[in-house]
């Protein structure tokens, strides 16, 4: 299928779907309803990044927000606030008996901010685009999968999917066919223009951002990505999303 098959959603209703799947705030809600998310990152180099992702979560709505990162990071991580459930683990040799008894009960992973590329924190908890560009089959065919690649980051991506360069001058095509090789899954792709994707509808963003490229918004994506995806999962269910 080409992308000119793909549909095109109007920029215009965004707000309005987003709007849609925020829950009602009701008192029979109990502590974890709104969000459980976990942000899996933090490093010796990186405790901004995963602090930024967990937060937004929180700050967006979530109820509960973890983070699982390395021994040394932890307790800076903790530091920059009380609301964060730090879990210090990814440099322990059973990190997998360690968070596995975390994630069933989460409701969204985010997995990559600041995760760094320490060899053995990859085998690990693995940074989530750099884990996906050298085993994509990790993610292929799961369809509630976002990756939220940068310019560069999609690059690297659809070299080593398709062993040549994304055709800059076909954003769309180039992002759709890389939907479809992994099976459906969504792609964010940042830049000036954010390009959505899940290989047959496409959502192209393009409001008006801050010109200011300074680190850490796209782990602000991310994290706030962690609770709307809860949120979309649970109005889809009950059949009111748009
Ligand atoms: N305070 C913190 O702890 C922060 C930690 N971070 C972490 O730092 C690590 C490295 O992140 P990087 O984003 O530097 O990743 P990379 O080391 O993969 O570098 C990406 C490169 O692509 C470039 N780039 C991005 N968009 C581009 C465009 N449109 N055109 C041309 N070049 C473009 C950037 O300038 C950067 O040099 C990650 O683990 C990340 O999570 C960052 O998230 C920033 C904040
Ligand atoms: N040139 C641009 N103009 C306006 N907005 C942009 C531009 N590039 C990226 N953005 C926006 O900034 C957000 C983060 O994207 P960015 O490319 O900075 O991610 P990143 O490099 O992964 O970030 P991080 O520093 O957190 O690792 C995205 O939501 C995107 O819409």
Redo the contacts with the bound molecule.
């Keep these: 299928m080409s992308a000119s098959h793909a549909s095109y959603i109007k920029p215009g209703i965004v707000l309005d779907m987003v709007k849609s799947i925020i829950p009602e705030l009701t008192t029979d809600l109990h502590k974890g309803m709104m969000g459980r998310v976990v942000v899996v ?3 010796k ?8 992702a967990a937060i937004s979560s929180l700050k967006l709505g979530a109820d509960l927000s973890h983070v699982f990162c390395t021994e040394a990071s932890a307790p800076v991580i903790k530091s920059y606030s009380p609301e964060l459930i730090v879990h210090p683990i990814l440099d322990h040799s059973d990190v997998e008996t360690e968070a596995d008894q975390w994630l069933a009960r989460m409701h969204a992973v985010v997995v ?6 320490d060899k053995t924190i990859l085998e690990h908890a693995k ?1 989530g ?2 884990l996906v560009t050298e085993f994509p089959d990790v993610v292929r065919g799961y369809k509630k999968a976002i990756l939220t690649p ?4 999609f690059s ?1 991506l659809y070299n080593k999917l398709f062993n040549e360069q994304p055709d800059r001058s076909e954003p769309i095509v180039c992002l759709t066919k890389v939907c479809r090789e992994l099976g459906n899954v969504t792609i964010v792709q ?3 223009v954010d390009i959505i994707s899940d290989g047959e509808n496409v959502l192209v963003c393009s409001n008006e951002g801050s010109p200011r ?7 602000l994506l991310s994290g706030t990505m962690g609770t709307f995806t809860h949120w979309a999962h649970t109005a889809q269910s009950k059949g009111i999303d748009k």
Aim: hydrophobic share 15%.
């Design positions: 990152g933090g490093c180099e990186y405790t901004g990044a995963p602090y930024y990559g901010p600041g995760l760094g590329r940074d685009l750099h940068n310019v560069v980051e690297r940042k830049g000036e490229r300074c680190g850490g918004q796209g782990d």
